[in-house]
């Protein structure tokens, strides 16, 4: 810019119109005068000189148009005044003016570069007209050069707009051929302009937008007619350049055919085609945006799979389909399974590298026209637009089980996942897009609450149950604040020390209508909806409480356990909701035990270990539950401060007098031992069952063989009563208040 306006400003100053001034060199006085009366109706300014060296001292100071200059002059001649000039270049018209008749002196001083010669004094009437008309013609090429340096200037100005231009301008001859083409082309595409320059405009422009670019060039219009704003992708020289996809520049093209005018024979004059003249624009930025843009609009960012914006509104169009043409729509909604558990095992960002995995093992599973899309978190929609007969859907439900089957590989670790898959078909289901997509779900749900890892069709029976989820998620929301949770104690008995060593609180929900339920019913709803924080903490105040109360009565060597979800360890401030428990009832630390289902151990997160650590720290045991049901943890369970392994009641189960040996059992006594950990079997049922046990080097037991879970006051009774295990032989087990008489009949009594 500073360039231009400078070139500006000087071809203004040179515009201004400069006074004519004229240097009359005599030294005679007379002579001088009456050369002044003789020009100065001309209205030039006029200096006068009376010799040699003051000429040429005004020549120096000041421009002067024409000089008349003697050459008899008394220091210098005016020869040697005329040789001053020519040696410095000094752009003045010379007439000599002398008395000198010789004519060599005439034909030196023209030689020398003197425009006129003048005899002095009978030629001197002559001087105006020769005076003017020298002025003229310094007139005319002083004007004639400032319209060149305009035109000079105004071409460079031009120019440099032009190649200075953002956008590529080009000329193209009437066959298509570049004629001119603007650096801006090498910025952009690689090219300097003399590769392109003779070659057709299809070397620069993409295979696919060709007719576009023909169109434009062939339609030949200009002004408000001419194409304006017309995409058209532009390829770049080589690969090593930016841009798009392919190498390629998006640019907006104008095109305006350039006429010659011809003048006919006649009036009429016809206009022949020679060319066009356009620019491109590169809007490949803004191209970029906009799809990105309109692909964030409608794509998920994590996964890049369509989002449900764009799965909606492709329902909606398969499902007119299916109204105009017939036929079925199957929408499959899929929830993963653990997904939670993952996520905050592992962290985040490699819950996110999950669910990228996932979505590619799922996009394997459909087929051409399916829509799979992510409906947030770890939910996925499937459409499934062309389907002839409704198990077609069954064929990629179990494609997409199979194909979750195998472990993801997530931050170094292998991480199994599953999903649970609800299906439902239009128009059998429902005949709009909300309610088949609700109905897939309601299917889903129920995949969940029976087991997980499946996938079921949706149907009308459906919907109640999910009604029913929905009243009994409100109910559990009320729950605590109408105090209907109440816990059942069941003992924990040492075989080989004939008494009940603790007892674990067992939560149970006396709700209005459905009457007292047990923990299957509502704790997994608790745990999804959040209101599992709650429950625990007022179970831990409940138990705690009882046991100080217990306590009190006596019995001071009796522990409590009470059951925590794992999902509780995620939170930072589990151990601050735990420890004031044992400070407000004035309980020791090792009278509570903290019961965790083995699936904790599939956590294997620092943070888990630490609060365990710190839990244990304290004094506080910890029980693993359920121990056995997932195969993985054994190898984890050295890492963990665990204090005591309960085996699951589903191996307890399986032993009778017919088979005594349990691999598993063995196997987990093994380790109990290794670690030495406290061990204690879960669901004794039978004498043969303790029998088994006791000779497997299991004491400590708990099951309906010598109780069920019993509300507090029978639990009490039962406690101050005593329990005692009468051996030799069989173990026989009774309360001494007499009302459980045999352990045999301890499941048939109640207390
Ligand atoms: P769990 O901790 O493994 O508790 C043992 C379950 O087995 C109890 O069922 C108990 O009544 C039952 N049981 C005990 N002995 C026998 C037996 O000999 N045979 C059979 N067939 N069953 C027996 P319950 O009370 O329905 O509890 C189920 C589960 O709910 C518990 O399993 C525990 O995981 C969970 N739970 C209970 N209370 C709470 C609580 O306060 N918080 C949390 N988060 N979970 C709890
Ligand atoms: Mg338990
Ligand atoms: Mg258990």
Avoid at 45 to 58: F, L, T
Avoid at 185 to 191: I, K, N, P, R, Y
Wanted: glycine residues 6%; hydrophobic residues 40%; contains cysteine.
């Amino acid at each position: 810019m500073h360039r231009v306006s400078s070139v500006l400003r000087k071809s203004l100053a040179e515009t201004l119109v400069k006074p004519e001034r004229l240097l009359i060199v005599d030294d005679e006085n007379r002579i001088r005068s009456s050369i002044r009366l003789l020009l100065n109706g001309l209205g030039a300014e006029i200096v006068e000189c009376e010799n040699g060296c003051d000429a040429i001292s005004a020549l120096e100071n000041q421009d002067f148009d024409v000089v008349l200059l003697d050459i008899n002059l008394p220091d210098i001649s005016g020869l040697e005044v005329m040789e001053w000039i020519f040696s410095n270049k000094v752009h003045v018209s010379v007439i000599f003016v002398s008395a000198d008749d010789c004519i060599d002196s005439a034909i030196l001083a023209l030689r020398r570069g003197a425009v006129e010669y003048v005899r002095k004094p009978n030629e001197l009437e002559d001087l105006p007209h020769k005076v003017e008309s020298i002025l003229y013609r310094r007139r005319l090429e002083r004007s004639n050069a400032q319209m060149m340096m305009r035109l000079e200037q105004s071409e460079y100005l031009h120019r440099f707009l032009v190649e200075s231009s953002p956008d590529l301008i080009y000329t193209l001859d009437h066959k298509g051929h570049f004629t001119y083409i603007n650096n801006r082309v090498e910025s952009l595409l690689g090219f300097t302009s003399d590769e392109l320059i003779g070659s057709a405009y299809s070397t620069i422009v993409h295979e696919d937008d060709l007719e576009r670019a023909c169109y434009a060039f062939n339609e030949r219009r200009r002004d408000t007619r001419a194409v304006a704003n017309l995409e058209v992708r532009l390829k770049c020289k080589n690969k090593t350049f930016r841009h798009f996809e392919h190498n390629l520049v998006v640019s907006m093209l104008s095109a305006t055919a350039i006429y010659e005018e011809m003048s006919g024979d006649g009036l009429q004059s016809a206009n022949s085609y020679v060319g066009t003249y356009g620019v491109a624009r590169d809007i490949t930025e803004r191209k970029i945006a906009e799809e990105t843009i309109s692909f964030q609009a409608f794509h998920d960012q994590l996964t890049h799979l369509p989002n449900q914006r764009l799965f909606k509104d492709r329902l909606e169009m398969a499902i007119n389909q299916v109204k105009r043409h017939g036929g079925m729509v199957g929408v499959m909604f899929i929830d993963l399974d653990r997904f939670k558990m993952v996520n905050d095992t592992y962290g985040h960002s490699s819950g996110d590298e999950l669910l990228k995995g996932v979505a590619l093992r799922l996009r394997l599973c459909m087929r051409a026209g399916d829509t799979l899309a992510r409906k947030g978190g770890d939910e996925f929609t499937v459409l499934l637009p062309d389907m002839v007969k409704t198990e077609d859907a069954t064929v990629i439900a179990e494609k997409i089980i199979k194909e979750l089957g195998a472990p993801f590989k997530i931050a170094g670790q292998l991480v199994h996942i599953s999903a649970s898959i609800g299906i439902s078909i239009l128009p059998r289901d429902g005949e709009n897009a909300d309610i088949v997509m609700k109905n897939a779900d309601i299917a889903m749900y129920k995949v969940k609450a029976t087991g997980k890892n499946g996938f079921k069709y949706f149907v009308p029976a459906m919907n109640e149950s999910s009604r029913e989820r929905i009243n009994l998620e409100h109910d559990l929301r009320q729950a605590l604040y109408n105090s209907e949770f109440l816990l059942h104690y069941q003992p924990q008995v040492s075989v080989s020390k004939n008494e009940i060593v603790g007892m674990e609180a067992l939560i149970r929900w006396n709700h209005p209508t459905h009457g007292l339920m047990n923990p299957g019913g509502f704790i997994e709803l608790a745990e999804e909806t959040g209101l599992i924080g709650a429950i625990t903490d007022w179970t831990l105040g409940e138990a705690c409480r009882q046991l100080a109360d217990w306590r009190e009565k006596g019995l001071t060597s009796l522990r409590m356990a009470v059951n925590v979800s794992p999902q509780e360890f995620d939170r930072n401030d589990i151990i601050e909701r735990i420890l004031p428990h044992l400070a407000q009832n004035l309980l020791p630390a090792d009278s509570l035990e903290i019961e965790i289902t083995e699936n904790i151990l599939l956590r294997e997160v620092p943070s888990v270990i630490s609060k365990m650590r710190i839990l244990r720290s304290q004094g506080i045991a910890i029980a693993i539950d359920d121990f056995g049901t997932c195969y993985s943890s054994l190898n984890y369970l050295r890492l963990f401060p665990v204090s005591t392994i309960k085996i699951d009641q589903s191996f307890v189960r399986d032993l009778n007098e017919d088979n005594r040996v349990s691999p598993v059992i063995q196997a987990i006594i093994g380790i109990a031992r290794g670690y030495g950990m406290n061990l204690l079997a879960e669901g004794v049922e039978t004498e043969s069952q303790l029998k088994i046990l006791r000779e497997l080097g299991c004491d400590e037991m708990q099951g309906f063989i010598f109780s069920k879970a019993l509300p507090a006051a029978d639990a009490e009774r039962l406690l101050l009563s005593g329990l005692s295990v009468n051996t030799p032989g069989m173990p026989t087990v009774h309360i001494r208040d007499g009302k459980l008489n045999y352990i045999t009949s301890a499941f048939e009594h109640s207390v």
